[in-house]
């Protein structure tokens, strides 16, 4: 019998962009959003036309493994409820939500995310109120939603994680819901290389020291990213008055071939890519300041 030939590595995707070095630094709330705003603005229109298909003017993925809400049903039942997306990029999640009964509202720190939302809004005839911000600082009322969630979404890029949870709690009404996926944890220990390559881990589950990116021209930095282990994200749960109700680890489905950063069948089949959490507001959390602005700002 003929051995079979090894399949191809896929072929990273690129974008726009300084030449840049990486480096492993403490850096702050403002320096992680002063460089994030402006890289995501970079990016929006090559993220846009490479994922729009698979994302779906009006879906719900919960992250490259293709999961649905729809499928997961991590959210409940959205119909007559108020629900805000945090992180929203161009608005599909919320626009799914509104579809299914729901009252979608989205908030992004890219200014040109949500140009494609208004865009996708007009094409679709589903408008999502949405508004420039930060996850450290939800320009809503207290008690405005019952659901406040995050597809992969803000959370990552914020230094300042435990205002951003507490900030969720806040604009949460009692027993509201608060959901949110991200890279898996364990992801940490791996190279971003979607290949055989990055499957050898290289570094400690445990160091939290974000991954920076500097630009070589301007020396200026031009992306972070935040990590948190599993037993970090339970604490801040629970310290923000939340109870969680859910874990889900998605496995990469058979035949989906779709090559997403460091998300590729060749890891996705051997190791959690993406950790989504559900978890209940059953008290009130600890609360920064209120805003003046309700849900429809």
């Known amino acids: 019998m003929a051995e079979q030939a090894a399949a191809p590595d896929p072929v990273q995707e690129h ?7 990486s480096h492993r630094r403490p850096v702050g ?7 994030n705003g402006p890289d995501w603005d970079r990016y929006a229109d090559e993220y846009q036309s490479t994922h729009g298909e698979f994302l779906g003017d009006v879906g719900f993925v919960w992250g490259p493994e293709g999961l649905t ?3 997961a049903g991590v ?10 997306e945090v992180g929203s990029g161009a608005g599909q999640c919320s626009r799914w939500i509104t579809a299914q009964g729901g009252r979608g509202y989205g908030l992004d ?19 999502v109120p949405s508004v420039l911000g930060t996850a450290t600082h939800l320009p809503f009322r207290d008690d405005s939603f019952d659901v406040v969630f995050s597809s992969f979404g803000a959370l990552q890029f914020v230094h300042d994680i435990d205002l951003a949870v507490a900030e969720a709690a806040r604009v949460l009404r009692p027993g509201g819901r608060f959901a949110f996926s991200i890279t898996h944890p364990t992801r940490w220990m791996f190279p971003d290389d979607p290949t055989a390559e990055g499957l050898l881990a290289s570094q400690s589950y445990w160091d939290r020291t974000p991954y920076v990116e500097v630009e070589d021209e301007t ?5 972070v990213e935040h990590h948190r ?15 969680i109700t859910a874990l889900l680890e998605p496995e990469w489905p058979d035949g989906h071939d779709r090559l997403w950063g460091g998300w590729s069948a060749t890891r996705g089949r051997l190791t959690p890519g993406t950790a989504i959490f559900a978890a209940d507001r059953l008290a009130h959390a600890p609360a920064s300041a209120p805003r003046e602005s309700g849900p429809t700002a």
Request: negative net charge; hydrophobic residues 40%.
């Open 29 to 35: 709330e403002e320096e992680s959003r002063r460089a």
């Open 229 to 243: 282990t599993l037993g970090d994200w339970v604490a801040l749960l629970a310290g923000a008055g939340f109870v």
């Open 69 to 71: 809400e729809q499928e």
């Open 219 to 223: 020396g200026e930095v031009a992306y």
């Open 109 to 127: 720190l890219s200014f040109r995310q949500l140009q494609h939302a208004r865009r996708i809004d007009e094409s679709t005839g589903i408008a």
């Open 75 to 84: 959210l409940g039942d959205v119909r007559g409820r108020d629900v805000l």
């Open 15 to 21: 974008w726009p962009h300084p030449a840049v070095t």
